[in-house]
T-cell receptor, first 115, second 112 residues
């Protein structure tokens, strides 16, 4: 069974500072990996995804993530955070094979941005 | 407008009273899924459907049923709700599993 761990429940950064949100996954084969963002009272929006190929993935809103198989990680980064980035961020892993379609989310990381 | 709709948006009910939360999408998506969101636990997948008449369990299917008789609809059924099913529920759809999922607005369910 697949699983996802987001070690940081809450992160606070200053506007303009760089950001890295951590995500570690457990899955026996090459996973499908996603990062979603949820603003307060809203549904989820896809930031980026990794299926195969280049391990550095670019997404929307200036975000990027790097897939590191050796570390079972898929960390999300942004070089300069804007106040509007304050939200909750979820990493998710999708399975292949007979469990294709099953999607497991991490617990989420709440991002607070100080002016 | 392309969207996923859920009804009702808010529901307060009592233990054991059967209920259905509807989910409908107008994007001709094949893949649909139900999640529940609880503080500190993130989103947990309840059931998903790869296409009409094709459904499978997610991580937390106990106490829930689904059906996919039409491509656009994917209702979530709680035959005998219990207080531990109090949660925020999201329906989502996508063209296929690997593509971006579009989420509905959520249904906040309280079971007393």
């Amino acid at each position: 069974a697949q699983s996802v761990t987001q070690p940081d429940i809450h992160i606070t950064v200053s506007e303009g500072a760089s950001l890295e949100l951590r995500c570690n996954y457990s899955y026996g084969a090459t996973p499908y990996l996603f990062w979603y963002v949820q603003s307060p009272g809203q549904g989820l929006q896809l930031l980026l995804k990794y299926f195969s190929g280049d391990t550095l993935v670019q997404g929307i809103k200036g975000f990027e993530a790097e897939f590191k198989r050796s570390q079972s990680s898929f960390n999300l980064r942004k070089p300069s955070v804007h106040w509007s980035d304050a939200a909750e961020y979820f990493c998710a892993v999708g399975a292949g094979g007979t469990s294709y379609g099953k999607l497991t989310f991490g617990q989420g990381t709440i991002l607070t941005v100080h002016p | 407008e392309a969207q996923v709709t859920q009804n009702p948006r808010y529901l307060i009910t009592v233990t054991g009273k059967k209920l259905t939360v509807t989910c409908s999408q107008n994007m001709n998506h094949e893949y649909m899924s139900w999640y529940r969101q609880d503080p500190g636990l993130g989103l947990r997948q309840i059931y998903y459907s790869m296409n009409v008449e094709v459904t499978d369990k997610g991580d937390v299917p106990e106490g829930y049923k689904v059906s996919r008789k039409e491509k656009r609809n994917f209702p979530l059924i709680l035959e005998s709700p219990s207080p531990n099913q109090t949660s925020l529920y999201f329906c989502a759809s996508s063209l296929s599993m690997g593509l971006e999922q579009f989420f509905g607005p959520g249904t906040r369910l309280t079971v007393l």
